[in-house]
C-alpha cells in the first residue's frame, strides 16, 4: 500500500502518523519509502525519529550515524543522535553533541534543552545553570527555558528527579491527548452552622502544541443552620492559546444547575501577557455563581466583572497583586483588591518565606443574601511559612498568617489569623495532595471562623 506513494508524499504520511502517536505505522511507511528512495535523506531522517519516538533508540542511533558520515553538518540528525544517545543512557557522547551545536549556533534552543537535561540527571548543576542563563540570554522569552530555570533554583530538580516532562515535548508535536486528569472532595464547616461538601473533576489535554483545553465539573451540597439543604452543579470547558512566547488568549464557558433546576450561563475571556521573565500579568472579563453557602445558593446570585492579576518572581522574592470589579445579579456592586509580598530563603531540603499580605474589599450594600459584602473590609497580615522537600516523592508546605482586619470604615481592627498544611505524594504518575487550613477571619459566607479539609487525586499521562 505505501509502496505507491512519491517521496513528498510518504513523508507527509509519516508526518501523520507520527502527529497521531501511530509510531509503527509511520515506520512502515518510511521504512517502505526509504527502500525505495535510498538516497532521500529527509526519509531517513524521519524513519529515525519515528524509531525514537517508537522507543526503538539502538535503530535511531544507528540511522542518525548514517546520515551524519553523508553529511557531517546535517545539524537535523546531530540533534536527534544526541537524543537517542540520552535515552540510551550515554550522556557523555550526548553531552558532546549538544556543545558542538551550541559551539556552531549558540541560539540552538533544544541543544541547550537536552544538555541541560543531561547535567542535571549528572547532578552538574551547577554547570546546568550556566547553560540555561546563556539560552535564556538569546531566548530571553523561552517558557520551557524559564521552567527549567525556575525549578533549578528552586531545588525541584537533582540526580534522582529530573524533569522528563518536556524532554519530548520540545522535540516533536504531539496531537490532542489528555495529560492531567484530577478529582478533588472537599468539606468546609464554619462558626455560622454552614456545612459544604464539594467534589470537582478536571482532565486537561492538549489539542494542539499551542492550544489547550481544560474541561471542569464541580457539585456542591449546602447544608445550612436554618436554609433547606441546596445542591448546585457547575460544568465548563477552557481553551488556552499560546499566540507566541509572551501572549496568551483565554477563553471559555459552561452553565451552573441550581437546586430548583433553573440554568445560567458562565464564561471567561482573558489575556495573559508576559512582558518579561518571571513577570506575568493578566486580565479577564468573566460571569461566575456567588455561593459561599446556601443562602446565596438559593438566591441564584451570579457576578460579572474584570478580574486582573500581576505575578512577579525577582530573585527570591514572590509579588503577587489583584484587582476586581464585579457586578452582581442582585444589583449589587464590590471592587477587591490583594497584594503579597513575600521573601524566600532556601536551603537544601527546607525553605522558608516570611512577608506581608493585604486584602481589601468594598460593596455598593450589604443585601444579606449570604455573601460577604461589608461597606468596606481591610485586613494586613504578616506570612510566615515553610517547606520539607523530605524526597523526591514527598513534599509538606506550612504556612500561617497574623494580623487584624476591620468590617467598616467606623470600626476598630481586630486580632486575624489563619493556618494552613498541606503534603503533596508522587508515586510514579499519581499525585496525592491533601490540604487542611483553619480560619480565624471572616469568610466569604459572613463567618469568622472557618475549616476546611480537601484531597486531591492528581495522575499525569
Known amino acids: 500500500m505505501y509502496a505507491q506513494l512519491s517521496a513528498d508524499a510518504s513523508l507527509v504520511a509519516g508526518r501523520e502518523a507520527v502527529l497521531s502517536r501511530n509510531y509503527s505505522k509511520a515506520v512502515s511507511i518510511l521504512r517502505t519509502a526509504t527502500e525505495q528512495y ?25 540511522i542518525f550515524r548514517s546520515l ?20 540510551q543512557g550515554k550522556l557523555r557522547q550526548a553531552d558532546e553533541l549538544y556543545r558542538e551545536l551550541l559551539a556552531s549556533d549558540p541560539r540552538d534552543e533544544p541543544a541547550a534543552i537536552g544538555l541541560a537535561n543531561n547535567l542535571i540527571r549528572e547532578n552538574q548543576l551547577t554547570e546546568a545553570a550556566r547553560v540555561l542563563d546563556a539560552a535564556l540570554a538569546v531566548h530571553p522569552n523561552s517558557l520551557r527555558l524559564q521552567e527549567y530555570s525556575d525549578r533549578l533554583q528552586k531545588g525541584e530538580m537533582n540526580l534522582r ?17 489528555v495529560e492531567t486528569a484530577e478529582a478533588t472532595g472537599e468539606y468546609v464547616s464554619d462558626s455560622s452552622g454552614n456545612r459544604i461538601w464539594a467534589s470537582r473533576q478536571a482532565l486537561g489535554a492538549r489539542i494542539t502544541p499551542r492550544l489547550r483545553t481544560y474541561l471542569r465539573t464541580e457539585e456542591r451540597l449546602f447544608h445550612g443552620p436554618a436554609e433547606p439543604d441546596q445542591l448546585v452543579f457547575t460544568v465548563g470547558d477552557e481553551l488556552r492559546a499560546q499566540l507566541n512566547e509572551k501572549l496568551k488568549l483565554v477563553g471559555g464557558g459552561g452553565a451552573v444547575r441550581f437546586d430548583d433546576g433553573s440554568l445560567a450561563g ?8 508576559q512582558p518579561a521573565r518571571r513577570l506575568l500579568l493578566a486580565a479577564s472579563y468573566q460571569r461566575n455563581p456567588v455561593y459561599p453557602d446556601g443562602e446565596a445558593a438559593e438566591f441564584r446570585i451570579m457576578a460579572r466583572g474584570v478580574e486582573t492579576s500581576l505575578q512577579w518572581q525577582p530573585g527570591e522574592w514572590n509579588v503577587n497583586a489583584g484587582w476586581a470589579r464585579q457586578d452582581y445579579s442582585d444589583n449589587n456592586s464590590s471592587n477587591r483588591g490583594s497584594a ?27 443585601t444579606e443574601h449570604g455573601y ?14 515553610t517547606q520539607w522537600r523530605a524526597s523526591k516523592h514527598f513534599r509538606a508546605d506550612w504556612i500561617g498568617r497574623v494580623g487584624a482586619e476591620s468590617l467598616r470604615a467606623d470600626r476598630p481592627y481586630h486580632t486575624a489569623w489563619e493556618v494552613s498544611a498541606l503534603g503533596e505524594l508522587r508515586l510514579g504518575n ?18 469568622f471562623r472557618a475549616n476546611v479539609g480537601t484531597l486531591t487525586v492528581r495522575y499525569h499521562f
Not at 68 to 87: S, T
Not at 266 to 273: C, F, K, N, S, T
Open 38 to 62: 535510498p538516497q532521500d535523506a529527509r526519509l531517513k531522517l524521519e524513519l529515525g525519529r519515528a524509531y525514537l519516538y517508537r522507543g526503538n533508540f539502538h535503530q535511531a542511533e544507528e
Open 68 to 87: 551524519l558520515a553523508a553529511d557531517a553538518g546535517n545539524r537535523d540528525a546531530k540533534l536527534e543522535l544526541a537524543h537517542a544517545l540520552r535515552h
Open 161 to 177: 528527579e529530573v524533569d522528563e516532562e518536556l524532554a519530548f515535548d520540545e522535540y516533536r508535536e504531539g496531537p490532542e491527548h
Open 266 to 273: 458562565i464564561y471567561r475571556a482573558g489575556l495573559e501577557v
Open 340 to 366: 503579597e509580598v513575600v521573601r524566600n530563603f532556601r536551603m537544601q531540603k527546607f525553605s522558608w518565606q516570611a512577608g506581608y499580605r493585604f486584602l481589601g474589599s468594598a460593596f455598593q450594600k450589604d
Open 372 to 385: 460577604f459584602s461589608p461597606e468596606l473590609y481591610r485586613g494586613h497580615f504578616a506570612v510566615l511559612g
Open 430 to 447: 499519581w499525585e496525592i495532595v491533601p490540604r487542611y487550613a483553619y480560619y480565624h477571619l471572616v469568610q466569604s459566607s459572613g463567618a
